[in-house]
């Protein structure tokens, strides 16, 4: 009887995947032999070669990505739920799925109906998992947790942001087609203190070649120290220059997480001139175009007021760079990537290579847009070399 229990959860699973219902499935309370071995999460992803389960197998200090066919997959899960894993949870969409397995051999399932939108991990009896452990020696190393690994005073925004654009970055991946095994060369722009930077080389792990570009030689140093203090060294390194200068070629992923004014054109300009796959930036101050924006008649009222003026700057440059990007052959998401409580440089922009660079037509869809706010020159439009005017 009990093992029925264990069956019934392992054809549930297989029906919510060949009945395309995607699933998202975590393991956890792993008793096999790896002991650095914490958690597997499996979810659907769609990549050329067709559609896969990506599993991403979470160690104590890195994350290890593969994707397999489903038949593959589902042959891999069966033994380890209730072998390996003694806790397996399958969200369905509709229903949240929970097989105990006790280290006797009896199995509990428990079924609750799942809310829309409710995250993957969010079974509301349990804390929500977070892509980067927070024991992680190098958060303690560069000030973001204490000694209970918990966020030190003033750093839980930060500490919040890490986590969310490291759950992000993993997604973006695996749409950019890089979550499988090979290499994966990632520059990230104006590195600064390292935190992103660090979370990208922990989700990548051994696989990547993380390379931090910083105009900050005290910086770099204080990264690179702690690169090699936390066994990092060589697959994350920092480097000190300018984003203009930075070695590109061969990259996978270039990222520029708050880079001033037009520091993310630069980027976005690099990254594309070096066939990145995947591109992440998040703008931060927008000053380049505001002296060239015209105002409409019709809006001198409100944009008598300084947010206005700022508001439109924002996203008359972003609209352009996300367009641009578009002309350049990348697929584009925009989107806030952490709450505006948490901080307010929370747009991102992120590109995924999809196509070649676009057509006439395009680029005069484009220099319609500049015209309409009366833009004649923009930073990512001249390192493209796309006039506007
Ligand atoms: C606001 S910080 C962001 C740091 C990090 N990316 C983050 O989001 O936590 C911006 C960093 O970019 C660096 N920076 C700005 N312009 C740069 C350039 N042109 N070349 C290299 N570094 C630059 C600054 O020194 C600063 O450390």
Redesign the pocket.
């Known amino acids: 009887m009990p093992k029925d229990v264990r069956e019934e959860f392992l054809a549930l699973l297989q029906d919510a995947v060949k009945t395309g219902a995607w699933p998202k499935l975590t393991l956890s309370r792993h008793r096999g032999a790896d002991a650095s071995l914490k958690n597997l999460f499996v979810r659907p992803v769609s990549l050329k070669a067709g559609p896969r389960l990506s599993f991403l197998w979470r160690h104590a200090t890195q994350d290890i990505a593969k994707n397999h066919t489903f038949e593959e997959g589902l042959a891999l899960l069966g033994p380890l739920i209730g072998g390996d894993f003694l806790e397996a949870h399958l969200f369905t969409g509709s229903q949240a799925i929970q097989l105990e397995c006790r280290p006797d051999g009896t199995y509990r399932l428990r079924r609750s109906p799942q809310q829309a939108g409710a995250p993957a991990e969010g079974s509301h009896d349990r804390p929500k998992a977070h892509p980067i452990p927070a024991d992680s020696g190098w958060l303690q190393a560069l000030g973001i947790t204490g000694p209970t690994g918990k966020p030190r005073e003033g750093m839980a925004p930060k500490y919040r942001q890490i986590q969310k654009f490291t759950e992000l970055l993993s997604h973006l991946l695996a749409e950019a087609a890089l979550s499988g095994e090979g290499p994966v060369r990632v520059t990230?722009?104006?590195?600064?203190?390292g935190?992103?930077t660090f979370a990208v080389s922990a989700l990548l792990g051994e696989r990547s070649r993380v390379l931090g570009?910083?105009?900050?030689p005290e910086?770099v140093e204080l990264c690179n120290r702690v690169a090699s203090e936390q066994g990092f060294a060589p697959r994350l390194s920092f480097a000190a220059?300018?984003?203009?200068e930075a070695p590109v070629d061969g990259i996978d992923v270039l990222i520029a997480?708050?880079?001033?004014d037009t520091?993310t054109d630069?980027a976005l300009a690099r990254g594309i001139a070096a066939g990145a796959q995947l591109i992440v930036v998040a703008p931060?101050c927008h000053k380049e175009l505001r002296a060239q924006l015209g105002t409409p008649e019709v809006l001198s009222g409100p944009l008598r007021h300084g947010i206005f003026q700022e508001r439109q700057a924002e996203f008359a440059t972003d609209a352009l760079r996300s367009e641009l990007l578009e002309w350049a052959g990348y697929r584009v998401k925009v989107f806030e990537f952490v709450s505006t409580e948490h901080t307010p440089k929370n747009l991102m922009i992120a590109a995924v290579k999809a196509r070649p660079r676009g057509d006439s037509a395009a680029a005069e869809r484009i220099r319609s847009l500049a015209r309409f706010y009366g833009v004649k020159t923009q930073a990512l439009a001249r390192g493209l070399g796309l006039e506007l005017a």
Request: net charge negative.
């Open positions: 990230d722009m104006g590195s600064g203190k935190y992103l570009i910083e105009a900050r910086l220059g300018t984003i203009a997480l708050h880079a001033c520091a630069d931060c």
